[in-house]
Each structure stands twice: as structure tokens, then as C-alpha cells.
Nanobody
Framework: EVQLVEAGGGLVQAGGSLRLSCAAS????????IGWFNQAPGKAREGVAC????????YYADSVKGRFTISIDNAKRTVYLQMSSLKPEDTAVYYC??????????????????WGQGTQVTVSS
């Protein structure tokens, strides 16, 4: 059974930093990608950063380039999202997600096959 268990999130002031983590288990190969989506109230869910477990290639949405960094600890099968220079508009529920099509991180940031439970990130101005 595939499981994605998120940790991190919380309240931070604008300009601050937070780190999210996603522990993945139950996958039978490395040919998949994991990413982070965010969803603000009244808005569609958007993929912001994704990484391939196979080769470490990454994809970032324009809205987070230069501010967010996605990384992986293969030994722990854990993906991290380091968020810096946070803005109030980054406030959202952040979901860890996995795409098992093998089409790479950009595709993984469009749609996913498995989802975590979500964690709230709130950035105060």
C-alpha cells in the first residue's frame, strides 16, 4: 500500500522559512516522481515543485522558482520542500503527491496518482 506521510507546516511571518517533509512507502520501483501541490481557499490545486526519484531531476512552478527547493533523501525515502522568502500568497494547504507514470517531474506537477493528507502553511504579513 502506497503511503505519503507529511510533516511540517505551520505559521510563519512573511520573509520567513519553513520545511515540509514527505515520507514515502509502498512503492515497488524508483520510476516515479513526488511533488508538492498547494491549494488556497477558492483556488485550484497547483503543483509547485516536483522531483524524480529515478534521476533527481526537478520542476518548479514559476511562482516559487528561486524561493523553494525540493530535495530527496533516498535512504529515508523522504522528500523535502524547503520554502524561503515566504509571502502571504503562499498561504495554502500543501499536499505531497506521487505520480507513477514515469513521465518525469513536470508531468508529476500536473496530476498525481497518490496524495498525502495535506498540511496547512500560513504566512502572515
Amino acid at each position: 500500500e502506497v503511503q505519503l506521510v507529511e510533516a511540517g507546516g505551520g505559521l510563519v511571518q512573511a520573509g520567513g522559512s519553513l520545511r515540509l517533509s514527505c515520507a514515502a512507502s509502498g512503492f515497488t520501483s524508483d520510476n516515479y516522481a513526488i511533488g508538492w501541490f498547494n491549494q488556497a481557499p477558492g483556488k485550484a490545486r497547483e503543483g509547485v515543485a516536483c522531483i524524480s526519484l529515478r534521476d533527481g531531476s526537478t520542476y518548479y512552478a514559476d511562482s516559487v522558482k528561486g524561493r523553494f527547493t525540493i530535495s530527496i533523501d533516498n535512504a529515508k525515502r523522504t522528500v523535502y520542500l524547503q520554502m524561503s522568502s515566504l509571502k502571504p500568497e503562499d498561504t495554502a494547504v500543501y499536499y505531497c503527491a506521487a505520480d507513477v507514470t514515469g513521465w518525469g517531474p513536470k508531468a508529476a506537477c500536473v496530476s498525481a496518482d497518490y496524495w498525502g493528507q495535506g498540511t496547512q502553511v500560513t504566512v502572515s504579513s
